[in-house]
């Protein structure tokens, strides 16, 4: 299975942009790659997702490197509430695209 | 906004007791997730399921642990006997099919603690 590597941590001050990284060298072609985030004592939540091209929508941007070996999840300003653990996980394909789980990076917002 | 609900919120029991644990996931939703989260770690997936039937349970300790979906819709976990290392956050989610690109839908979760 597919593995995705994240900084433990990461902090940033509120209303500058936040870069997310993660390296899934292993990922094969046919992977999606997606984030999720979880708030504190709260289920994961869904954040975006792309294959190939980066993506944007209302709560952030994805983009992925040309070999997509690599991603950056992309919070354009960021706010207290968006202190959480960000995960960036494959769809791998067998067993109806399971869903892996890293740690993910705890992002700490200060005002 | 539809939601996936979990029951109950919370549950403390002892060691060799049993417990279960109740999803209801959103309307139409065909896939069910169970997940098992201990504390400062991922997510870990333990079964899924399409429709009524298993299509992963490859991490579900089946020898104390069983799940079902009998009718497609509302979803069962259950721990028999629970162990001490079973204390964590169980999470169901739903999605509305099995892709590589739809995004899951996660309930509150039901947290466990096992004395």
């Known amino acids: 299975d597919a593995k995705t590597t994240q900084p433990n941590s990461m902090e940033s001050n509120e209303e500058e942009p936040v870069h997310l990284p993660c390296n899934h060298s292993t990922i094969s072609g046919t992977d999606y790659i997606h984030w999720y985030r979880q708030l504190p004592s709260q289920g994961p939540e869904y954040v975006i997702h792309g294959l190939t091209s980066n993506v944007n929508n209302r709560m952030a941007s994805l983009a992925i490197a040309e070999d997509r070996k690599s991603s950056t999840l992309i919070l354009h300003r960021a706010t207290l509430r968006d202190a959480a653990v960000y995960y960036c996980i494959l769809r791998a394909p067998g067993g109806g695209f399971k869903t892996i789980f890293g740690a993910g990076t705890r992002l700490f917002v200060k005002a | 906004e539809a939601e996936v609900a979990q029951s109950p919120r919370y549950k403390i029991t002892e060691k060799s007791q049993a417990v279960a644990f109740w999803c209801d996931p959103i309307s139409g939703h065909a896939t069910l997730y169970w997940y098992r989260q201990i504390l400062g770690q991922g997510p870990e997936l333990l079964v899924q399921f399409q429709d009524e039937s298993v299509v992963d349970d490859s991490q579900l300790p089946k020898d104390r642990f069983s799940a079902e979906r009998l009718k497609g819709v509302d979803s069962t976990l259950k721990i028999q006997p629970a162990e001490l290392g079973d204390s964590a956050m169980y999470l169901c989610?739903?999605?509305?099919?099995?892709?590589?690109?739809?995004?899951?839908?996660f309930g509150p979760g039901t947290r466990l603690t096992v004395l």
């Open positions: 989610a739903s999605s509305s099919r099995t892709g590589k690109g739809n995004e899951q839908f």
